[in-house]
């Protein structure tokens, strides 16, 4: 089929400018339009959803079943089990993936789409809850199911009145309020987002124990309080931290020795080659334990100003340290 020839005009930047703003103005009043008619349907769709064992199956033609994929990606990772079917696939044998425990959500803004009214008396033999997302009430698809959520809008913003735009975005605005409700009656927390987005952002800052990201062993810098300048100045540059633990003989903390004490004491002119670690520690140092929130640990150090803190356990013994550099590659800051 040989595509349609495009008239030779040049580009008019203010028409672009017009359509997007009044594109942006449709599709704004459609999901608008839609908060009037959000009611009862919509509170016992969520309760339906809540209550089903299995899954919340998705099926969507055309556009429909773009907007029905992206619900099922955040339904499921907002604590409701999702899959997408589709329903041309679904009458050539993929209807066998929806079990009696499911829950069907249908998108159709038509609702009399072939696809998915063909398969409507199957699903009500099966004995599967249907719940259709459309924009006719009066549809074939909305009369088969058990609840009707009203995704109408008054036009699509394709000045044609035809490329699905308005009711696509209005669908999708819908699925959200599903989606926002359903994780909310769950009691669903930032803590559960983050079970499921362990690669993001988020995941790291809500997963990574201190433990996951401490040195320990012989990585740790320590010595004892009558250790010598020049061994506290071997232990620093051993093990990179730009800071040393200063311990007793059953590794309990004591103090700590960092780069900015060194600076601080030679700038007072003090003669370090004569001390001890005990006489240059800095007191009760700042310590955080091993199952600490690795963002906690970055939370710390940037309220007390310090690039470094040591890891201690319950009894105040050291069992590990780490410093921002640690914390950046763990990508936690």
């Known amino acids: 089929m040989t595509p349609p020839k495009t008239q030779d005009r040049p580009f008019d930047a ?30 016992q769709a969520v309760a339906r959803m809540l209550q089903v064992e299995g899954r919340v199956v998705v099926m969507g033609m055309g556009k429909s079943g773009h907007i029905g994929r992206k619900m099922v990606a955040t339904l499921a990772s907002t604590g409701t089990p999702a899959m997408f079917v589709h329903p041309a696939e679904a009458s050539h044998g993929d209807l066998g993936m929806i079990k009696t425990t499911d829950l069907v959500l249908a998108i159709s803004n038509s609702g009399e789409s072939d696809e998915l009214t063909a398969i409507l008396p199957v699903l009500k033999r099966l004995g599967v809850p249907l719940i259709a997302m459309t924009g006719h009430l009066d549809s074939t698809l909305a009369r088969h199911a058990d609840l009707a959520l009203d995704s109408g809008v008054e036009k699509e913003a394709c000045p044609l009145n035809l490329a699905p735009t308005a009711s696509t975005t209005a669908q999708l605005a819908l699925g959200d309020a599903l989606a926002v409700a359903l994780l909310d009656a769950r009691g669903f927390k930032a803590e559960d987002f983050a079970r499921s987005h362990p690669g993001g952002a988020l995941g790291r800052k809500l997963l990574t124990l201190v433990e996951d990201v401490m040195r320990s062993g012989e990585a740790v810098p320590k010595v004892a309080p009558e250790a010598g300048f020049s061994e506290v100045m071997r ?11 200063i311990v007793d003989a059953q590794d309990r903390v004591l103090g700590i020795f960092t780069d900015g004490d060194l600076r601080r004491l030679l700038e007072k002119g003090v003669d370090l080659r004569t001390g001890s670690a005990g006489q240059f520690m800095h007191p009760d140092p700042v310590t955080i334990t091993a199952d600490a929130l690795a963002v906690e640990a970055a939370e710390l150090m940037e309220l007390r100003s310090i690039t470094s803190v040591l890891v201690v356990d319950a009894e105040g013994r050291l069992c590990g340290a780490l410093n921002s550099n640690d914390l950046m590659r763990a990508k936690v800051i």
Do not use: N, P, W
Request: aromatic share 2%.
């Open 14 to 43: 203010d028409k672009a400018l017009q359509l997007a703003r009044e594109t942006l103005e449709i599709e704004a009043a459609a999901v608008l339009g839609l908060r009037q008619r959000i009611g009862d349907a919509f509170a």
């Open 235 to 245: 232990e620093m540059s051993a093990k990179g931290l730009g800071a040393t633990a």
